[in-house]
């Protein structure tokens, strides 16, 4: 069955995970910004709780970012091996920039006071929102014709990180996106059997 012809859908098909990112952008550092500002005030969170935070990082600011996240790693990866990781860490600083995704803490705990029935299912909630966010961010940097990736090294350089920049204390780090200019290409982007992933009863 072939898919209906979608804007949509056509945008999130560009979103791809980039590795290969350079520091030229089509956009100014201020369109960037506000693209990113924009992405995650529409997204949407549980209660309109809008928990999500973001932290812009361009230039010298992101490559210190990925600094602290390499010192942070030298401690745990055994020098003999840490070649390839050095390597992944510098494609990452080669961007021009990178968005920290952080969940605030403070409001997932006020939701849990205020309706205490829910109070379990509001820190997944938080994860939603964030999901959410991280997505709505790389496919709006996908429609500008920017790549991205998303990663995960938290909670390593959370420490470091939330000193660096003065961050409050109820901020949590969740995730990472390095951004750029495209120095590569893609892969070819293979799909598990529909049969094994969807059920549809009519």
């Known amino acids: 069955m072939s ?8 945008l999130i098909t560009k979103r791809r995970t980039q590795y290969a990112l350079g520091s030229d952008l089509p956009l100014s550092q201020a ?9 995650v005030r529409q997204a949407p969170s549980s209660f309109n709780s809008q928990s999500s935070r973001a932290v812009i990082l361009f ?3 992101s490559k210190r970012f990925w600094a602290i996240v390499m010192d942070e790693l030298r401690k745990i990866v055994p020098a003999e091996n840490f070649a390839p990781t050095e390597g992944k ?4 600083a080669a961007g021009a ?15 849990q006071k205020q309706f205490p029935l829910y109070a379990d299912n509001f ?12 997505f709505a961010v790389w496919t709006a940097l996908a429609e500008a014709n920017i790549g991205a990736s998303l990663q995960h090294y938290n909670p390593l350089p959370d420490a470091a990180a939330a000193a660096e920049w003065k961050l409050p204390a109820s901020w949590k780090l969740r995730a990472q996106m390095p951004f750029g200019s495209h120095q590569g290409g893609f892969g070819e982007k293979t799909f598990m059997d529909d049969s094994e992933r969807f059920r549809v009863f009519a």
């Open 3 to 10: 898919t209906p012809k979608s804007a949509f859908i056509d």
């Open 31 to 39: 369109e960037v910004t506000a693209l990113i500002q924009e992405a």
């Open 59 to 61: 230039g010298d600011q």
């Open 89 to 92: 860490i510098n494609s990452f």
């Open 97 to 111: 920039g990178t968005v920290l995704f952080y969940e605030d803490q403070d409001v997932v705990a006020g939701l």
């Open 123 to 134: 820190p997944v909630w938080s994860e939603h929102s964030t999901g959410i966010a991280q």
